[in-house]
């Protein structure tokens, strides 16, 4: 048997996140999930909250993952469009960004998404100013092009929406002033 390690745990409970919120976020469950019992839990975490702070790092740590990826493309519009490719083709980040959006009545989780939803707001601002965008106008159709991914996600999963992601991809290109592909 493979010895599972917190960052198991971590991915599981991310993945059971995605699911069904941080409410799905159960010791019992994930263990059933990982073919493993409740002692593994302990083992790693001292309790439920800390497996949920985990996933959230976890979920941090990848946001910083793919930023990091995306700076070795020289070019801010293609930067753009990769990142918007890479996130609408992730349906586990958009609806743990969802998800999370909708807890934000836990502080805790608050202010991980405001954090990460800061960071990738930053990110997407530098490549439009990068293009002479002005910092003021580049910001609010960041935060526009922010919130039609969000909204899409939303749709999408509850099945209000089956538009081509390359076509949504296109018109939040064109809401944030840059050419389609």
Do not use: C
Request: proline share 5%; net charge negative; hydrophobic share 50%.
């Amino acid at each position: 048997m493979n010895r599972l390690s917190a960052g198991d745990w971590a991915k599981a409970a991310l993945e059971a996140l995605a699911e069904g919120g941080p409410a799905a976020v159960a010791v019992e469950p994930i263990a059933v999930r990982l073919g493993t019992t409740k002692g593994s839990f302990y083992w790693h975490f001292r309790n439920r909250r800390a497996l949920v702070e985990a996933a959230l790092e976890l979920w941090e740590q990848d946001t910083e993952r793919m930023i990091a990826a995306l700076d070795g493309v020289g070019d801010p519009a293609l930067r753009m469009r990769t990142l918007l490719e890479n996130a609408m083709a992730d349906p586990v980040d958009s609806a743990i960004s969802f998800r999370l959006i909708s807890a934000a009545d836990d502080p805790a989780i608050a202010e991980v998404v405001r954090r990460v939803s800061k960071r990738r707001l930053e990110f997407m601002q530098t490549a439009l100013e990068e293009m002479g965008t002005p910092s003021d106008v580049a910001r609010r159709r960041i935060v526009v092009g922010y919130g039609s991914y969000l909204g899409m996600a939303a749709l999408r999963r509850i099945g209000a929406s089956d538009e081509p992601l390359t076509d949504f991809i296109d018109q939040v290109m064109a809401e944030i002033a840059l050419p389609p592909s």
